[in-house]
């Protein structure tokens, strides 16, 4: 998914009421929070500060995206929501009431009734198919029982053995063969299954695999939201999504007349001068120091906040790599980083509460945290990192850096994403770090690393050593299975490609527990085994920044999955 480095002066020609950009909402110098005043209509730009999607069907690696959940976040439908304070809730608009949860049979049931007056966009009701539908679509990655491979997680999906209708559709039933105990995760979105249904497994998948290509928008155009986005409102080229209210949409109608979507890439200047001249209404970017002091000196007229949630930044190793696929080099390569100094030279510049992150499934502020990391990894150890390399059978040449007598020169390329500063920072601080352990470390910013398998240096198809990234996490730990199963049981999204019989049980065994206490345990388990794989490397919790302009009311960070629009219908520009 390509980043765009844009200019400060905002493009979004082509696109019919989307010219204006000046008329986000931005105060004059006499105004302040603007907190209280009448709603006006209106438009809000919002900059999107991560690449642009490349595809907006969110079950697939193409669409695990910030900014494909930014735009389909609140134009197709969800059972339960996140909301700024993590809590869980379940979304009164879709249904009527709040679903139960039934283990008294021995086996867990949950049922959903709709909301009568839930509709698709093309009138068509939301009804039990479309929960059966999203069901049939993510339950498997094995062809050969109906799934597709290229679904990136079966979580609960799986788990689950019928999906049935009752009182014309508007009463769901959900029995599950095992138990699943984050079922409040799934159906976060749910899709049309009037539109996309098909009885062929084998061309659902088809389907599922190509899935909606941002310039083809949504299929049908179709939403369940308040917003809604048509294919005539996506510019490609100029990167903008604009949404509009859903005029079928039951509930509280949008306050804004348009919400747009800009791709401003990750360029301070860019984020600021926007924020400056009212050009950008919202913004979301990676903090950076710079960008932090920056949008702090435009108060009052823009307001900002710092925020720790749900996301990480780590390595991940392809240990399919020449030279990663021993385990001692992946510690060794562990061994040789100082993490307290990369997080003090990046995210600690701008936030005391910065700190190193010695787990994977949850992060420093969260209560079930548990700091499993052994200790030899808490430390910067240039000298036991060089042992392990030399027991890999490496030798040291006179440049100081390793070579194999078959794998060649120990030289490891980090992959990240294009036109990010702080993680450029981070790669660059890692470099001499590895350098005096003896491992030759490059800088790659990749703009293909989240595409498909069809782009040789993604994730997805493994063309990578190393990869720096977050992940975007959701109060519910089951959402890491996917992460670190096993891939004999689908890639998902173990883009390391390593696993073990013992990681994958004590997973299912997570996922499956009804004691939160006890899927926590197991959780810290799973993050202990981990360490001792080191296919993956934690590195700090991620700090999320917003920033809008002072008269744009409702705005609250969400660092959830969910991401900053989860409230967007409630945006309104003060009088």
Do not use: C, F
């Given at each position: 998914m390509k980043l765009s480095k844009r200019s400060a002066v905002l493009i979004a020609t082509?696109?019919?009421?989307?010219?204006?950009?000046?008329?986000c909402g931005g105060g004059d110098d006499s105004e302040s929070s603007g907190g209280g005043g009448e709603a006006s209509g209106g438009r809000v730009v919002y900059g999107e500060a991560t690449d642009f999607p490349e595809n907006l069907f969110p079950f697939i690696a193409a669409g695990n995206a910030t900014s494909t959940q930014t735009v389909i976040g609140r134009v197709l439908p969800s059972a339960f929501n996140?909301?700024?304070?993590?809590?869980?809730?379940?979304?009164?608009?879709?249904?009527?009431?709040?679903?139960?949860?039934?283990?008294?049979?021995?086996?867990?049931?949950?049922?959903?009734?709709?909301?009568?007056?839930?509709?698709?966009?093309?009138d068509t009701p939301i009804s039990a198919d479309d929960f059966e539908f999203t069901w049939e679509a993510n339950r498997s990655a094995d062809p050969a029982d109906g799934g597709c491979e290229s679904v990136l997680s079966t979580n609960g999906y799986a788990n689950i053995a019928s999906v049935e209708g009752s009182d014309d559709g508007k009463t769901v039933t959900v029995t599950y063969e095992e138990p699943y105990a984050d079922w409040q995760s799934l159906f976060s979105t749910f899709l049309p299954a009037h539109l996309m249904a098909n009885e062929d497994a084998a061309a659902r998948c088809e389907t599922t695999t190509a899935g909606w290509a941002i310039a083809d928008g949504i299929v049908g155009?179709?939403?369940a939201g308040p917003w809604q986005v048509k294919k005539e409102s996506i510019d490609v080229g100029n990167q903008v999504v604009v949404l509009t209210p859903n005029p079928k949409w039951w509930g509280e109608a949008p306050a804004l007349d348009q919400l747009v979507i800009q791709n401003i890439g990750n360029d301070p200047?860019?984020?600021?001068?926007?924020?400056?001249?009212?050009?950008?209404?919202?913004?979301?970017?990676?903090?950076?120091?710079d960008l932090v002091d920056q949008v702090e000196g435009l108060e009052p007229n823009v307001t900002s906040a710092i925020t720790f949630g749900l996301s990480f930044e780590h390595l991940d190793f392809n240990t399919s790599d020449v030279h990663l696929s021993d385990a001692n080099v992946r510690k060794a390569f562990a061994m040789a980083l100082d993490r307290e100094e990369i997080v003090a030279q990046t995210v600690g510049q701008f936030s005391d509460d910065a700190q190193v992150l010695d787990n994977r499934l949850y992060v420093n502020n969260q209560p079930e945290y548990a700091d499993n990391a052994p200790e030899e990894f808490k430390t910067k150890s240039t000298d036991q990192a060089k042992q392990l390399i030399e027991q890999a059978g490496y030798t040291l040449g006179t440049d100081g850096v390793y070579t194999h007598p078959t794998k060649g020169r120990l030289s490891i390329k980090i992959d990240?994403?294009?036109?990010?500063?702080?993680?450029?920072?981070?790669?660059?601080?890692?470099?001499?770090?590895l350098k005096e352990a003896g491992i030759e470390a490059s800088f790659n910013a990749n703009p293909d690393i989240f595409a498909g398998a069809d782009k040789p240096t993604s994730l997805e198809a493994g063309g990578f050593q190393a990869a720096l990234f977050a992940w975007v996490s959701t109060p519910f730990v089951s959402s890491n299975q996917s992460i670190y199963y096993s891939p004999a049981n689908g890639l998902g999204q173990n883009y390391s490609r390593a696993g073990t019989p013992e990681i994958d049980e004590?997973?299912?065994?997570?996922?499956?527990?009804?004691?939160?206490?006890?899927?926590?345990?197991?959780?810290?388990?799973?993050?202990?085994a981990l360490w001792d794989q080191l296919a993956t490397l934690p590195l700090y919790q991620k700090p999320t920044f917003i920033a809008h302009q002072a008269n744009i009311e409702n705005v609250q960070d969400n660092s959830s999955q969910a991401g900053p629009l989860w409230n967007s219908e409630?945006?309104?520009?003060?009088?």
């Open positions: 082509g696109l019919t009421g989307a010219m204006a950009l000046t008329a996140v909301d700024a304070d993590l809590n869980v809730t379940w979304d009164e608009n879709v249904l009527a009431e709040e679903p139960t949860l039934d283990q008294s049979t021995g086996q867990q049931v949950n049922v959903y009734k709709i909301n009568p007056a839930a509709v698709w966009s093309d155009d179709i939403s200047t860019t984020a600021v001068q926007g924020l400056q001249n009212q050009e950008l209404g919202v913004i979301y970017p990676q903090p950076q120091l990240t994403t294009v036109n990010n500063p702080l993680r450029q920072t981070t790669i660059e601080v890692m470099i001499p770090q004590l997973l299912s065994q997570m996922v499956s527990d009804p004691d939160p206490a006890g899927a926590a345990a197991k959780a810290n388990q799973v993050d202990t409630s945006w309104a520009l003060a009088q």
